[in-house]
């Protein structure tokens, strides 16, 4: 029996878009914990409160509000984009990932929205992974990453927050979200695919420090999630770089390849020798 709202008894529902239901950030539902009151901005929700840094002050007052994380324990809540429920938590995401329904803006707009700056967002959407690669090969060429996916060190150390996009093939795109934090001297990177499925099931990102007065190579490994998914980041999903280790003339190589490669297998590390932007791989357990 599909689980949709007209079978689900025991359950207050709302169908309706309503603000005390809504993130003031991100104007979605708010279904993922912790949730914070803003005096100014409104409620805020566990997605968008862990970017705050982007958009309050050290010294804006955020209220917990347990009430609401209660009251929403007892409710179910619509996808955006087909007839199933969602509830709230973190889990929320799960289904989110895996909509066959889902559709994917394009990487320059607001889904990457505290990465973009002050460009304005592009509005192309679609839940077709071919043409959203026509599409950025046509209006973004300017954010391409050429293969191999290099990235020079000196050009990240800038204090900004800069977007680059990786063309795996004519149907699977990798957008890299790079933020500098100069207080902390250390930049974050983030990379998420234009792909629906199980987490799990996406890609792995190696990234490789190289630098030219150094014969020592650093490794790093990150998650890859779908491009716009609301998830709360943790551990692996995101990569620190602490940019007093390397030399600003140091090369940021970035290799892209399947998390699994058998469905039920458990996670495995990335071989080391491998340039797995040059190698085949199938699709059939994505």
């Not at 043409?131 to 000196?154: D, G, N, T, Y």
């Not at 490789?208 to 716009?228: M, Q």
């Amino acid at each position: 029996m599909d689980m949709t709202f007209e079978n689900v008894p025991g359950f207050t529902l709302n169908l309706h878009p309503s603000e005390k239901y809504l993130c003031s950030v991100c104007k979605s539902y708010i279904l993922m914990p912790p949730v914070f009151l803003n005096p100014k901005h409104g409620f805020i929700c566990g997605y968008c409160h862990q970017y705050k840094r982007f958009f309050l002050n050290k010294d804006e007052m955020l209220l917990p509000q347990e009430l609401y994380e209660d009251l929403a324990l007892s409710m179910r809540f619509p996808c955006e984009f087909c007839e199933y429920f969602v509830v709230f938590n973190g889990l929320a995401a799960t289904h989110e990932v895996q909509c066959s329904k889902r559709i994917f803006r394009c990487p320059l707009s607001d889904v990457n929205r505290w990465f973009l700056g002050p460009e304005k967002p592009c509005d192309w959407q679609d839940n077709d992974g071919k043409s959203m690669v026509a599409h950025v090969k046509e209006k973004h060429k300017e954010f391409i990453l050429q293969s191999p996916f290099e990235i020079r060190l000196r050009d990240l150390n800038c204090g900004e927050k800069q977007i680059y996009i990786a063309i795996l093939n004519n149907r699977k795109i990798i957008s890299i979200m790079v933020e500098d934090d100069e207080e902390r001297n250390c930049i974050i990177l983030r990379c998420r695919s234009n792909k629906v499925g199980h987490p799990e099931l996406n890609h792995q990102c190696r990234i490789e420090i190289i630098s030219p007065n150094s014969p020592k190579i650093f490794n790093y490994e990150t998650n890859v999630y779908p491009l716009g998914a609301k998830i709360i980041e943790r551990g692996r999903d995101t990569c620190t770089l602490w940019m007093g280790e390397f030399d600003e003339d140091g090369v940021l190589r970035l290799n892209f390849a399947p998390s699994l490669l058998e469905r039920g297998r458990p996670r495995k590390s990335l071989p080391q020798n491998i340039d797995y932007n040059k190698q085949p791989y199938h699709d059939h357990c994505y």
